[in-house]
């Protein structure tokens, strides 16, 4: 029967060349999902307890989600999952492109590697068959330079599909990521560094297996209803004026529940760089490395980044698979890079802002730099603004920086330090593992500007600004992630139009009452924790979640792909399991939750004094106690119960006679 | 002169999301993005890139959620 998922992964060990496939039984699938929740089964199931994130007894896992290719849409991301070497837990990133279609196309719902090899190589996985292939060749390319050898070389009929480490990867990087598509990245957890670890250079996927959904015709008659909602436009209001917006929200003491059909309007336009000035404006960009304030970033500075000049540079828009909105764009530059994706929110601020750079054309450069090398632009953004703050304190000297002044906003060193980032040449050797490590090396007092959640550097969303940003950096098990959860993200996702019993959120409210730490946050903490580790299952985007759970159809896409009959509640149990199952790998790696959150300024502690976010302050340990009580772990260590696990993870007993 | 009458994709643009499922679809890799897009509507849309390639399968045709490929004569 078909259901959408191929129910085979494929097993790589790079040691031994070994390669072989494993089917995995449908309850799996009813349990976990595909994506995300097959890579937390096998992950949890595979990797020894206390494995080396860079030794061969890690895995790297590329999974594609259950309705990626169905018919369905905004339903083409990739997730990469590890034990990843920047935080020492559960690690995942995930990717749009064109890359996620790939992955089942050449049979499987997973391709899981182990195992390092000596030399350099690829894995090709075409017409059904897997080798492991020399890559020597391609060792030292960029991601751009290599993913366009590889899609020659290997190009018959179809075109493969690559994803691919850049030297960072390549350099053990901490904060390194993994490319497709000429510069998409999934770069969050630090699991470049894992494939560069494995010397593995590429996977190059070029295989035509159909993908059959359970009822093809009803998925396609969701889509067509789902559509109707993706394509408003939006004509009349400029980028400056969003910024203005930013302004009249910041002033105004109360706030609206906002709708994401708003934000969808903007992704179409603009893309995510639409709320540059707005997010600045409004305090919800963190400024300064979390210690400045809008005014140190005030919308005359800010101008530079409007939105209106990043989509003037857009050649075209670029949608990834499956994907009606398109918020990406490909964007011509002056300088070494003739071409660039269109710079995201989270670069654009992380290089901006956040460093007090105001020079746009900086940022289209280090946004190309980045996506080639295969660097996360929010943690090199964070790591940058860490060592200017070092510097300020005399942590750091010229002596140590290759005679570099790290002053705010010094474009010029900003530029060469992130370039020395990316070689790991003098000061940027230092840097290349993220705030975390170089703190540690740096000693004294270094750690008090280091900002980052368990080893990971927090994105542009400020937690004094939606406390919900600042729970889930602290407790998602792989933390210090902006895609999952906040305030913001409940209110669009609508959840309380599919799911009873959720709290619906006042039209307009006072933003006092964000920051009181009440049951109702939590459960809505924990409902976008649920609903996003669906969403990782089936390989959609949060952005088409955004739209809102009774104008996406992701239930009802769910049970169409695959036969299944279960209700929006059934599958939030999934996303349940799923969050228990990473939680408790965090937990057999030794991993204590206690230590994710973040340095006290991002929480307002001490408050600030001026700006959007002046006085603000979050009661970040009830909060968690709160989330950690609502998916019953226990609240003081945030560790689930031992017995809940082992029943998760084993097949159901199934009595003779019945069928599974 | 004889013509070749097998079927190839016809792609409506006013139906068209710019998704790029039937571009994966294409077991010969014969559909294309436009490389760039107009002021007024920016998208790259998918094209028949290469006419010869192409395999008549409509595969494209049958996958599009929207209905904005036909298979017409060539």
Known sequence: MDRGYTGTILKVDLTTGDIQEEVIPDWVYERFLAGMGLGAYVLHRDIPAGADPLGPDNMLGFVAGILTGTGSLFTG?????????????????????????AIKRCGYDG????????????????????SICPAGDLWGQDAVEAEALLTERCRKKKMPRVACIGPAGENLSLISGICTDRGRIAARSGLGAVMGSKKLKAIVLSGTRK????????????????????????PFVSGGMLGKIGTLMRMLPTQMAMDGLMFKLMLNKWGTTSMNQMSVEMGDSPIKNWKGTNRDFDAKRSQTVNPDIFRQCEVVKYHCYSCPVGCGGICTTNGRFSETHKPEYETVLALGGLCLNEDADSIFYLN????RAGMDSISAGGTVAFAIECFEKGLITTADTDGLELTWGNTEAIVVLIEKMVQREGIGDLLADGTKVAADKIGRDAH????????QELPMHDGRCDPGFAVHYAVEPSPGKHTVGAQLYYEMYRLWKKIPGLPKPDMLYFKGRKYVADES??????????????????????????????????????????????SPEDYMAIGEAVQTLRQAFNIKHGRDPRRNIPAPRTTGQPALSTGANKGRCVDIQK???????????????????PEVIGPLVQAPITVVGERN | MKTDARPIPAFKRKKCMACKICVDDCPVSCIGVAPSGSAKDPHGYPFLEDETRCIHCGQCADNCPVEAIRMVAA
Request: a positive charge; proline letters at 4%.
């Open chain 1, 448 to 455: 008090h500007y280091a900002i980052h959640a368990g080893g």
């Open chain 1, 211 to 234: 993908i059959k959904p359970h009822d093809r015709d009803a998925v396609h008659r969701l889509s067509r209803k789902c559509n109707r909602w993706a394509s408003f436009q939006i």
């Open chain 1, 77 to 101: 991301r990739w997730t990469v999952v590890g034990k990843s070497p920047l935080t020492g837990g559960w690690g995942d990133a995930n990717c749009g492109g064109m890359l996620a279609p």
């Open chain 1, 623 to 641: 909060m968690i106690h709160d989330y950690w009580q609502q998916f019953g772990w226990d609240t003081t260590s945030g560790k689930p119960d």
């Open chain 1, 521 to 566: 946050k939590a459960i809505c903490s924990a409902a976008c924790s649920k609903y996003v580790n669906v969403l990782n299952g089936a390989g959609a985007c949060v952005f088409g979640a955004f739209l809102g759970a009774d104008r996406i159809p992701m239930f009802d896409w769910l049970n169409a792909a695959t036969g299944w009959k279960k």
């Open chain 1, 368 to 371: 190309e730099l980045l996506n």
């Open chain 1, 111 to 130: 391709i899981f590697i182990r195992g390092c090899s000596d030399t350099p190589v690829y894995l090709e996985i075409k017409n059904g068959k897997a």
